[in-house]
């Protein structure tokens, strides 16, 4: 199967979802906050980087939950800015 190429402004979406979970992970080690979620250390290293701009429901849903982030919330911050 092959993937739908990104549009820049689904990739600058993903930038800033990597962003807000390093921003809210805070002190915490990403390996902690991994397990906490049930992912694994290198799926959110390639979320925060902006490597896997597109991560699947459950894993964005594991990933606030650990971070004590609402889905509302995050979605919000991720929208871009209306200028």
Not at 3 to 13: N, V, Y
Not at 26 to 41: D, F
Not at 60 to 67: F, I
Request: with cysteine; aromatic share 2%.
């Amino acid at each position: 199967m092959v993937r739908t190429p990104l549009t820049p402004e689904e990739r600058e979406r993903g930038e800033r979802l990597g962003r807000l979970l390093r921003e809210a992970r805070g002190g915490r080690s990403m390996a902690e906050v991994a397990a906490s979620a049930g992912i694994s250390a290198e799926t959110l290293r390639k979320i925060e980087t902006g490597r896997a701009p597109t991560p699947a429901f459950f894993t964005v849903a594991a990933l606030a939950r650990a971070l004590d982030l609402s889905m509302d919330e995050l979605a919000g911050l991720c929208e871009p800015a209306v200028v």
